[in-house]
């Protein structure tokens, strides 16, 4: 099974640079977008935002969860990344209790399993990802449960992750789990 790798750099720019063929947040279904890295990534790809949102036009936040909307981003003129908003978090975040986190955390593998079959689909062959530390800023989770998941239902499947973990805080959680995990610099 191949490992997650992991970097230092920013996500946002790690779109931009060409060198994904793929990116996903984990998004809750309520279609939002105001929180955490959300917004941000909807300023910078409206693409984003407007496939949450054509996909929540037609399916209820309960029937969203374990699934994902997707777009199509072209970061440069010669390539594409296609882009997952990750239905694994009901509520928002202002209203999770620890028994949401658990519950959604199935949700959350359902969908990383569907997106990564869908990659395989149709990729054809261009299989890198990258995530932020997916569901484990303001939705709660911890990262020993969601980078196993990962693993499982990503890595395993040969498609090569990256995680973006661009402050110290958060690497310092990141090796709290994984000591021997070394961080690519942002070039």
Same mark, same amino acid.
């Given at each position: 099974?191949?490992?997650?790798?992991?970097?230092?750099?920013? @996500?946002?720019?790690?779109?931009?640079?060409?060198?994904?063929?793929?990116?996903?947040?984990?998004?809750?279904? =309520?279609?939002?977008?105001?929180?955490?890295?959300?917004?941000? !990534?909807?300023?910078?790809? +409206?693409?984003?935002?407007?496939?949450? &949102?054509?996909?929540?036009?037609?399916?209820?936040?309960?029937?969203?969860?374990?699934? @994902?909307?997707?777009? !199509?981003?072209? *970061?440069? =003129?010669?390539?594409? *990344?296609? @882009?997952?908003?990750?239905?694994?978090?009901?509520?928002?975040?202002?209203?999770?209790? $620890? #028994?949401?986190?658990?519950? #959604?955390?199935?949700?959350? &593998?359902?969908?990383?399993?569907?997106?990564?079959? #869908? !990659?395989?689909?149709?990729?054809?062959?261009?299989?890198?990802?990258? @995530? +932020? !530390?997916?569901?484990?800023?303001? $939705?709660?989770?911890?990262?020993?449960?969601?980078?196993?998941?990962? &693993?499982?239902?990503?890595?395993?499947?040969?498609?090569?992750?990256?995680?973006?973990?661009?402050?110290?805080?958060?690497?310092?959680?990141?090796?709290?789990?994984? +000591?021997?995990? =070394?961080?690519?610099? #942002? &070039?």
């Amino acid at each position: 099974m191949t490992a997650i790798n992991y970097s230092a750099g920013c @996500f946002v720019r790690a779109i931009k640079s060409g060198d994904l063929d793929a990116a996903a947040q984990q998004s809750n279904a =309520q279609c939002s977008m105001t929180s955490g890295l959300a917004p941000v !990534l909807a300023a910078e790809y +409206p693409q984003i935002k407007e496939a949450d &949102e054509k996909y929540s036009a037609v399916f209820s936040p309960e029937k969203k969860m374990g699934t @994902f909307s997707r777009c !199509l981003m072209w *970061v440069n =003129q010669n390539h594409p *990344v296609t @882009f997952f908003n990750l239905y694994g978090q009901l509520d928002r975040s202002s209203k999770r209790t $620890a #028994d949401d986190v658990i519950r #959604d955390y199935a949700y959350l &593998e359902q969908a990383l399993d569907t997106m990564a079959t #869908d !990659l395989l689909d149709n990729l054809n062959g261009r299989l890198h990802v990258g @995530f +932020p !530390l997916i569901g484990c800023g303001r $939705a709660g989770g911890d990262w020993a449960i969601v980078s196993r998941m990962i &693993e499982t239902a990503v890595c395993a499947k040969g498609i090569k992750v990256t995680v973006f973990v661009p402050d110290e805080k958060s690497q310092q959680k990141v090796r709290a789990i994984y +000591p021997y995990v =070394q961080f690519a610099q #942002d &070039e």
